[in-house]
């Protein structure tokens, strides 16, 4: 295919949700000298840790590196997962099952909290449960679903529903997949009107977000933390590094989470508006596919369901931008045969951070409180974790507990936070998901 019949005339390599909500300009104000809470990273997690303390009327300053909304909180898929990275089976199988169902039932708790969190904000962000469809790439993937369900329905009080490849024509345009699993409950967002929601929020309870303001280092003293920033220095309570895949800066504190992230590049397009007869054909369903794979594959209505954001081959490395895009506008050509002919009008970049056990980690490290490691579901996860750090930092304990307290954060003998053998496992599982079993 040429150029002109993948990318549209006015093709941008800005996110999609930028048409109506980008990265924000804030007024430059001097840094003040002393705060109760500093939070690194002014994303996503670090609203959601700011807004409930400076409700509680806490002194809380941001300290964002670039502008508000510059990194991977407004570049997301908008998917809303009540799953995590690691699969019930493997977490069976690494924890045993009573440690896999506390994880998942925590899962379900961050979804909860995130509709209650939009509804209660009433943030307009086009937040729908509209459910998720999990494509089985091969018979032996969708017989693992079918097991999954079973414990899923049992222990977690998920509703699911296996359909058979036999009737999966009346769920997704598709016939490469081999069988689906329904799971009722995830759902969509605007990446970037909820963030700008929460910030408008998180302004207006008194927090003050300073831009262009790098932390560069943090010393514990024996009454707090002085934090040293490219624009001076402020003293806090308390500090939260709310970082996530851009924990790089170069200090001892940070390289010892450093060594327990692995910054991995994603990718996301947005196709141009797609009529609605040809948008139901594609997804009959009206929801979210994301593909069984190791290195999986999504497509899925924007929340007005006039364009199709589509992505996958995360971790993919070498590959500039356009030609990734295009290599998925291929991979979606051939497998849902009414997508060929749609072009591609945003397709746009970032970094999620991995972890080495595929779980996020909230915690503490010399006093400091973290909270990374979203493995592509930090939309809920990090909102629940980031509230329940606020919690832990106002005292309630109780409240502020979680299924993930007290896990290892586990980092690998050698690794400095260079993930350079990420394109070649990659390359690897994607070699073996192609396998016919
Ligand atoms: C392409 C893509 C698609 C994704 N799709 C989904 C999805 O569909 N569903 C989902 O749940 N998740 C998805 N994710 C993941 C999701 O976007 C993240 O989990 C979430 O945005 C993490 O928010 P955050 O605030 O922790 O990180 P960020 O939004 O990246 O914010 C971190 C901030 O820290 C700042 N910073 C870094 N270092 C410093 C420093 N030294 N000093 C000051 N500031 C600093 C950065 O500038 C940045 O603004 C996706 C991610 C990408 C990249």
Known sequence: MTRAEIFAPDFTTDPYWWREAGPRNMPERPLPSRADIAI????????????????????????????PGQGASTRSGGNVSRTLKASFPELVHRYGEERAVDYYREAGLAIEHLSRVIEEEGIECGYRRQGR????????????????????RRRV????????????????????????????????????????????????AGAEIH??????GIRRETDGFEVTTSRGTIRADDVVVATNAETGADNPLFG????????????VCATEEVEAERMARILPGGRTVITTH??????????????????????????????????????????FPDFGGLRIAHAWEGHF?????????????????????????????????????????????????????????????????????????VRWYAARDALPF
Not at 40 to 62: F, I
Not at 134 to 151: D, P, V
Not at 169 to 186: C, E, F, N, T, W
């Open 40 to 67: 690194v990273g002014a994303g996503g997690t670090g609203l959601a840790v700011a807004l409930p303390l400076a409700r509680a009327g806490r002194s809380v300053v941001l300290l964002e590196a670039t502008r």
């Open 133 to 152: 469809y999990y494509a089985a790439h091969n018979g032996h993937a969708y017989e693992t679903l079918g097991r999954s369900a079973e414990t899923l």
């Open 157 to 204: 009080g998920y509703e699911v529903e296996m359909i058979p490849r036999a009737g999966q024509r009346a769920h997704i345009g598709s016939d490469s997949y081999h069988g689906l699993q329904l799971v009722k409950g995830p759902a969509i967002l605007h990446g970037a009107t909820f963030y700008a929601g929460m910030l408008d929020r998180t302004l207006a």
């Open 211 to 216: 831009a262009r303001t790098r932390v560069t």
């Open 256 to 267: 010892w989470l450093r060594r327990r992230v692995l910054p991995i590049r994603a990718f």
């Open 294 to 335: 190791k290195v999986l594959f999504h497509i899925q209505p924007s929340p007005d369901r006039k364009h199709l954001l589509f992505g996958g081959w995360a971790g993919r490395n070498g590959v500039g931008l356009t030609a990734m895009a295009a290599d998925l506008h291929r991979y979606f050509t051939e497998h």
């Open 353 to 425: 951070a991995y972890t080495f056990d595929a779980l996020p980690h909230a915690g503490m490290r010399d006093g400091v409180h973290y909270i990374l490691g979203d493995c592509g579901t930090g939309i809920p996860l990090f909102s629940w974790l980031g509230h329940k750090t606020a919690l832990r930092i106002l005292g309630r304990t109780e409240e502020a507990k979680s299924a993930f307290d007290g896990l290892n954060f586990p980092t690998l003998p050698g690794y400095s936070g260079n993930p350079w053998f990420v394109p070649a496992a």
